[in-house]
């Protein structure tokens, strides 16, 4: 049997004079492509409209009571919820957020010729358009969101990115205020029956006090009361100095 014939490196692939050879015979073809994507990018970018981004970064952390109940484990500073950025990412871009931006900003009607024909826009309409020109993408290894938004003017993707920034804002404050008055309403509602609890405790002890007639000239006082009023005892006090004078 004859032995395997390895092929020599020659052989197994070309040299570099051979692909400068390939290189010379086909430069037409080359130079021709080249230029031709060169042309067709140049013509691409001076016919598509200017877009400018604009970014706006917001710091979004998670909300912790101020007293937390001690077998509430979830405020523990330990604790970490994989979820709360992309949760976070649906509420920037959720009806919440963005009405308010469109009002604010009075989208509708601002957008009416460059998308709706010169009609003013619907709401629902302009939210779509919003969340096409928005993007969100978290700073890594913080607890900052980029809001960059995209627009044919750098005024108006700076404001846009500002005024999403705000709205959030004011809804994490709004929930804030509305967990306060949940927990106040809740704290207020507790102290209610803690007083009637103690009303009813202090009916009990003036019924036990009134049932066994007991005298108790000072019963708000916590020291022990004197079985003696003070003008009874100066009385006794007086009668037996004047025993001991006889």
């Known amino acids: 049997m004859d032995p395997l014939k390895t092929p020599t490196p020659q052989e197994a692939k070309l040299h570099f004079l051979d692909y400068w050879r390939i290189i010379r015979i086909r430069k037409t073809i080359i130079l021709t492509v080249f230029l031709l994507v060169v042309v067709t990018a140049t013509l691409v970018t001076f016919i598509l409209p200017e877009s400018y981004s604009s970014t706006a970064r917001i710091r979004v952390e998670r909300d912790i009571a101020d007293i937390p109940s001690m077998g509430d484990r979830s405020f523990m500073p330990s604790s970490y919820d994989p979820y709360f950025i992309q949760t976070e990412f649906e509420v920037l871009q959720s009806e919440v957020i963005l009405e308010p931006v469109i009002k604010r900003l009075?989208?509708?009607?601002?957008?009416?010729?460059?998308?709706?024909?010169?009609?003013?826009?619907?709401?629902?309409?302009?939210?779509?358009?919003?969340?096409?020109?928005?993007?969100?993408?978290?700073?890594?290894?913080?607890?900052?969101?980029?809001?960059?938004?995209?627009?044919?003017?750098?005024?108006?993707?700076?404001?846009?990115?500002?005024?999403?920034?705000?709205?959030?804002?004011?809804?994490?404050?709004?929930?804030?205020?509305?967990?306060?008055?949940?927990?106040?309403?809740?704290?207020?509602?507790?102290?209610?029956?803690?007083?009637?609890?103690?009303?009813?405790?202090?009916?009990?002890?003036?019924?036990?006090?009134?049932?066994?007639?007991?005298?108790?000239?000072?019963?708000?006082?916590?020291?022990?009361?004197?079985?003696?009023s003070g003008e009874a005892l100066r009385q006794l006090t007086t009668l037996l100095i004047t025993l001991d004078a006889d």
Request: charged fraction near 30%.
């Open 106 to 228: 009075n989208l509708n009607q601002t957008w009416a010729s460059r998308y709706g024909g010169g009609e003013t826009l619907k709401t629902s309409d302009t939210m779509e358009i919003l969340k096409k020109s928005m993007e969100l993408r978290p700073v890594r290894n913080t607890s900052l969101i980029e809001i960059r938004v995209y627009s044919e003017s750098a005024e108006e993707a700076a404001k846009i990115a500002n005024a999403l920034a705000e709205a959030y804002q004011t809804h994490r404050l709004d929930q804030n205020r509305q967990q306060m008055k949940n927990g106040i309403k809740a704290l207020e509602e507790q102290w209610k029956e803690q007083i009637a609890e103690v009303d009813q405790a202090q009916k009990d002890v003036d019924d036990k006090r009134m049932e066994l007639r007991i005298n108790d000239p000072d019963p708000a006082s916590t020291m022990p009361s004197p079985t003696l």
